[in-house]
């Protein structure tokens, strides 16, 4: 509870945000306080930005992440309307927290770095008033002021109450025997009550819930459930005796947290895999005359710090192959097949923290300048960790290419709900008939391209008619203008 001037500012805080009093991994907000006004100020355009989508991250938490040099700021600082209080991080971006009112920052509430933010949880508190920071120098949130989880300490605390209760069992008041109840640990054999991310959680630190449940005194009943921080908590007070446990005799080894993009691309290539029905076709393209097209077209842009690559060639090639045959720019919806009428394009850019695929939209219909220059600032922004949504989430079709690594060939796992995706190999110089050689052959550089497709979209003809349409639009790039 607050005291003094501190129970005079702060109001009754707004918890909900679209659920509340519920904590999801996929939909997690921070809520902070704008105090002296007597209202609370809850993050907006958050739900959208992880829940539903193909890409979203229904399953991993947030990483919040206070603006650089934030920590070295005074005890409190005035901030005007639109300045960027923080920065949170989600499974495949980094999206800028701005101060929606002028203000002074009073308290920081979650460090930077904290991960996992429970629904409603305080951010930080803003008071109107400079005068009014001082009454929050000592302050720390409480569980009327939030609907969030208490802090890690919490449980140790819980264990305590516990053996009051049996000698308070005797007297009349009928509350002693629903709080036993509910410290009570669940009989051997018994049902226990967990979370579903905490059942998740155990599972992955190899942790029984039944010794949890005995040692906390939660999960006897459905006012009592075990949570995710449970687990953790119990995982970690004896860290050597779970390695000792679980770890394989006779071998060393390191164990890597997983990241939320690293979890995500995991979640989603499993997905891919076991749901849609692969099939695989390749096909070998002569890169003689798009060598000699692209040479000479980056004498021309050279002047303008322009340069093309074999790559925006593909892009734009793969765009127009998609026109010809629209059955590869299509996703199966169930109940229909969905066309797409423009050809957004997704490419594979590796970064430290994993995969992603921004997309180059309406690569149709733009030139192949436009092409490399959007290509170089989205795989900038992604490997900076800045790409923003909107940026990489959809797509029509999507192109991996990995000559540049000297892999010659390899197929590629599709892209959900995309029906196809254009794996590409490394030119080399390739011995081929020649009938206008005397000696009857000629060096040509060669590339080889692998059509993964969706079999319930794209039959094997179709796959076939739309690496024909690709290979002649490279073969003959000048046709790619028409």
């Not at 300490?153 to 008041?173: E, F, I, L, M, Y």
């Not at 196809?420 to 050689?437: E, K």
């Not at 979209?457 to 046709?479: C, H, I, N, R, S």
Request: glycine fraction near 8%.
């Amino acid at each position: 509870m607050l005291k003094g001037a501190a129970e005079r500012a702060v109001p009754r805080l707004i918890t909900h945000f679209g659920r509340s009093k519920q904590s999801f991994r996929g939909c997690q907000s921070a809520a902070w306080c704008f105090v002296s006004q007597g209202r609370a100020v809850t993050v907006q355009n958050t739900r959208h930005l992880l829940a539903g989508g193909n890409h979203g991250s229904q399953r991993t938490g947030w990483l919040l992440q206070q603006h650089r040099g934030m920590a070295s700021l005074p005890d409190h600082i005035k901030l005007a309307e639109g300045d960027l209080l923080a920065e949170i991080e989600t499974d495949k971006a980094t999206m800028g927290f701005e101060t929606p009112e002028e203000g002074y920052l009073a308290k920081i509430i979650l460090p930077a770095g904290t991960k996992d933010i429970p629904l409603g949880k305080l951010l930080c508190i803003i008071v109107n008033n400079e005068a009014d920071v001082a009454a929050f120098a000592d302050y720390q949130p409480s569980a009327e002021d939030s609907s969030a989880p208490a802090p890690a300490a919490a449980p140790p605390a819980a264990a305590p109450p516990a053996p009051p209760v049996t000698p308070a069992a005797p007297p009349p008041p009928v509350a002693a025997a629903p709080v036993a109840a509910a410290a009570a640990p669940p009989a051997p054999g018994a049902m226990i009550f967990a979370s579903p991310f905490a059942k998740k959680v155990a599972a992955e630190k190899g942790v029984d819930l039944a010794t949890i449940a005995a040692a906390s005194g939660k999960g006897g009943s459905p006012d009592s459930v075990i949570q995710a921080t449970d687990v953790e908590q119990f995982a970690g007070a004896a860290p050597a005796a779970a390695a000792v446990a679980f770890g394989t005799p006779g071998a060393a080894y390191t164990d890597i947290p997983v990241t939320n993009m690293r979890a995500v691309i995991a979640k989603r290539l499993v997905q891919s895999k076991q749901t849609v029905p692969h099939y695989y076709l390749s096909v070998d393209i002569a890169m003689d005359e798009v060598a000699k097209l692209r040479k000479e077209l980056n004498s021309i842009v050279a002047s303008e710090g322009g340069k093309l690559s074999f790559n925006d060639f593909i892009i734009k090639a793969s765009a127009l192959s998609c026109l010809k045959v629209p059955e590869a720019n299509s996703s199966w919806m169930d109940t229909v097949i969905r066309m797409y009428n423009s050809v957004d394009v997704s490419v594979a850019v590796s970064t430290e923290r994993g995969l992603i695929t921004p997309i180059v939209f309406s690569a149709d219909t733009k030139g192949l300048l436009t092409i490399s220059e959007d290509v170089k600032r989205l795989a900038a922004k992604a490997r900076d960790g800045k790409l923003q949504p909107q940026e990489f989430q959809g797509g029509t079709f999507s192109v991996s290419n990995l000559g540049m690594t000297g892999i010659k060939s390899f197929s590629a796992v599709i892209n959900p709900p995309q029906s196809c995706i254009l794996a590409v190999g490394s030119t080399t110089p390739t011995l081929v008939p020649c009938d206008q050689s005397e000696s009857g052959y000629r060096t040509a550089q060669i590339m080889t391209v692998t059509l993964s497709c969706d079999h319930r979209t794209v039959d094997g003809a179709v796959g076939a008619q739309w690496l024909q349409a690709f290979k002649g639009y490279l073969e003959k790039p000048a046709t790619m203008i028409l």
